[in-house]
């Protein structure tokens, strides 16, 4: 069944308005798993160093303040950066080493799911008017050029090419890539 190893609370963006202000939106694991990134509905970004042993402290290494709420995060393996959508639309990679956020795609619609592959070298982000696209990364670790359809297409520095996989009627709650295509 397992069991609870440790524990630690979570902060406001804002101490002022209280502890119960905001709801944790996301949670993941760094690669190494010695950090957790931590989304918050008060559009903030917490990056705790909770150590190589469970009984170590965890402290709040970086923190990324935002425009909008966060809605899904992941960190592909492999990979220095981790990836965050928020409600307004658009796709941003985290630094865990500064305070800083890069847009990566911007949408009109809400960011419902992100995945990444196996590998760790491309994501696929599920949008609320059910569109979904893949994005890769190139050979040296940074995200690639990104379009929004055959007839969009949005250069960027670091960025190399995309697709966009589907569109359809339904929300892509959960998003998978598995191992084979």
């Not at 190494?32 to 965890?58: A, C, H, L, M, R």
């Amino acid at each position: 069944m397992g069991r609870r190893e440790t524990k630690f609370s979570t902060k406001p963006a804002n101490p002022d308005l209280g502890k119960k202000c905001y709801q944790v939106t996301g949670l993941v694991f760094s690669p190494d798993s010695t950090k957790i990134v931590v989304g918050q509905s008060d559009n903030i970004i917490f990056v705790y160093k909770i150590g190589e042993q469970w009984g170590d402290k965890k402290v709040i290494c970086n923190k990324i303040i935002l425009q909008s709420a966060v809605t899904t995060l992941i960190w592909p393996v492999q990979q220095p950066t981790f990836i965050f959508g928020l409600a307004d639309g658009k796709v941003k990679l985290g630094n865990v080493k500064g305070s800083k956020s890069q847009t990566i795609y911007s949408s009109e619609s809400y960011v419902v799911s992100l995945t990444s592959s196996p590998s760790g070298q491309g994501i696929l982000c599920g949008h609320a008017d059910g569109t979904i696209v893949r994005y890769t990364f190139d050979n040296d670790s940074e995200l690639s050029k990104v379009s929004l359809s055959n007839s969009l297409t949005i250069q960027r520095k670091k960025m190399r090419k995309s697709l966009c996989v589907q569109q359809h009627l339904l929300v892509d709650r959960l998003l998978y890539w598995g191992a084979s295509t």
